[in-house]
């Protein structure tokens, strides 16, 4: 039977999202609209709930989209890119105290959307809301670090970070407004401008952002597009006029846009990919510990995170003894609507139960068992976590990022199967170490530290907190990101050098005196 949705979170109206942002314009969307659909039954006899629509977008508001982001950088002569840091700052500022009023709908769309549940959704706004203070603090901070000369074997050098140019910014479903913000808003304080489309789902969240937006940024700097990628992002990669690609999704879809990009040298990578992190449990490893930080790895948010636990590697001494409480522990969470807050939360994604079930099928066939009571067990828009184990490397639930609530458990006796198995990956995001024997822990995370960029000592995986560099080797990521990471990643160092002789001195001293240039100052914000 259905459980009865408390009244605030309840869709009382669908809400029909006609507009898009180019050019400084919130322009209203005559053609085809995408519905958006929540898994999530709003009615006893389960079927979809129907949230609203947003415009499906083509071709050609892509290409005005890109021409207004173009125009508003104008070659680096635009007013965005040469404008003080003090009122790029007042913008952002602007935007943030619009964005706050938006609190409850966003919470409440997140929810619907993409599953997440109330505190992590909450969490997920709050989060962001801070990410962006801390960025115009920290940008601050780097401001007045610049707000000086150098000399060095008879040259001065005024050394700043500048913008790069036009920002394609793609987010991912799993943290629509975190993800994607933590992208956008360095990208724009830097002096970038930005056309930005949000992800397959997580996407009506965005339209209460529109007009402040609109309202708090020059024409261009920021065009906001909905519709799908190939329609959208494919064809703007292919002028050549997109100077940097941020992205957080898969490999795959990051190396498609990449590939169609003309002029290889001048994109940059602004990439967060996908991650296959494994928890190593070593034989003195407090299990309950060890358990309790494993149900949070795999399973918050459904394991839909790059960070998620996605293979755990036992120690064969402890394996029954962790195998039987992790399954205990699998088998006693809750599974509820979004704002029953429980740790299990719908799947956002329809088709993500069949796609879960033939990894448990292919992995049974292969020789693994399901090893706890609920493990695959089918809901309307769910299926229960199952704990796979024997897995081995031919299973495709070894090979693939599953993104969703199933967990393969391999034993080990040599820590080097592990270690082998990390090197091997395409990944090389995070690690999980669990044990408590100093001995054996010190070379091991000296090792760790070179195959990963994050070693996790008796704690799961995670990106934050944000003032930390979020990165990955290979195949998970391109460029570092945190707080103060992404104003790097955003921009690059340029400066200003003159030999020493009177007559430059003149000049640099009226310069700074007359106060017109936006670059050469040496006056501090406080
Ligand atoms: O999807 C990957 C996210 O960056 C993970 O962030 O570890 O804070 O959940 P989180």
Excluded at 28 to 49: A, D, F, L
Excluded at 50 to 73: I, R
Excluded at 158 to 169: A, E, S, T
Excluded at 365 to 389: C, R, S, T
Aim: with cysteine.
């Amino acid at each position: 039977m259905k459980r009865k949705i408390p009244q605030v979170y309840q869709i009382k109206e669908p809400l029909e999202a006609e507009r898009y942002l180019i050019n400084g314009e919130l322009k209203q969307w005559s053609g085809k609209m995408t519905p958006v659909n929540s898994t999530i039954s709003s009615t006893e006899k389960h079927q979809p709930t129907y949230l609203g629509s947003v415009p499906e977008l083509e071709e050609e508001q892509a290409h005005e989209a890109l021409d207004a982001a173009v125009k508003a950088y104008d070659k680096g002569k635009g007013d965005w890119p040469t404008m003080r840091v003090s009122e790029r700052i007042q913008c952002i500022r602007m935007f943030v105290r619009q964005m706050e009023q938006k609190r409850a709908i966003i919470v409440k769309l997140i929810m619907w959307e993409i599953g997440k549940n109330l505190t992590d959704a909450q969490k997920e706004f709050d989060r962001t809301v801070k990410y962006i203070y801390d960025t115009i603090d920290d940008y601050k901070q780097m401001d007045r670090d610049a707000a000086k000369f150098e000399k060095q074997s008879g040259v001065y050098a005024h050394i700043r970070r500048g913008p790069l140019g036009v920002v394609l910014c793609l987010g991912p479903y799993n943290y629509p407004l975190n993800e994607t913000f933590a992208l956008l808003i360095p990208a724009l304080i830097m002096g970038n401008t930005a056309v930005f489309k949000p992800a397959k789902f997580g996407v009506l969240l965005t339209t209460p952002l529109l007009e402040a937006f609109c309202s708090s940024f020059p024409a261009g700097v920021v065009n906001v597009l909905f519709g799908r990628g190939r329609v959208l992002a494919a064809p703007i990669m292919k002028t050549g006029k997109i100077d940097v690609l941020s992205l957080i999704g898969n490999s795959q879809s990051a190396n498609a846009l990449i590939d169609v990009h003309p002029k290889s040298n001048r994109l940059r990578l602004v990439l967060g990919l996908e991650a296959k992190n494994p928890a190593i449990i070593l034989p003195h490893a407090d299990l309950d510990l060890a358990v309790r930080e494993c149900i949070n790895g795999c399973l918050s948010f459904n394991g839909q995170r790059c960070t998620a636990l996605k293979v755990l590697y036992v120690h064969e001494k402890v394996k029954d003894a962790f195998l039987e409480k992790f399954n205990n522990a699998v088998d006693d969470q809750k599974f509820g609507d979004p704002w029953e807050d429980t740790l299990l939360t719908p799947l956002p994604e329809p088709d993500k139960p069949t796609y879960i079930q033939e990894l448990i099928d292919d992995a049974v066939e292969k020789g693994a068992k399901v090893m706890n009571k609920k493990g695959g067990q089918h809901f309307d828009n769910y299926i229960w976590p199952a704990v796979l184990y024997p897995v081995t490397k031919d299973m495709r639930v070894y090979q693939e990022e599953q993104f969703g609530p199933i967990i393969p458990v391999i034993s080990f006796t040599e820590i080097d199967q592990p270690l082998d198995d990390m090197a091997d990956s395409n990944y090389g995001q995070q690690v999980s170490l669990f044990g408590k024997d100093v001995q054996n822990l010190s070379p091991l995370i000296d090792t760790l530290v070179n195959l990963v960029c994050r070693v996790n000592l008796n704690s799961s995986c995670q990106r934050g907190p944000d003032v930390y560099p979020f990165t990955g080797r290979k195949d998970s990521a391109k460029s570092t990101l945190s707080v103060h990471d992404a104003l790097r990643s955003f921009s690059i160092r340029t400066f200003v050098a003159t030999k020493d002789n009177p007559q430059n001195l003149e000049i640099l001293q009226e310069i700074l005196d007359n106060k017109q240039s936006s670059f050469i100052r040496t006056d501090y914000l406080l």
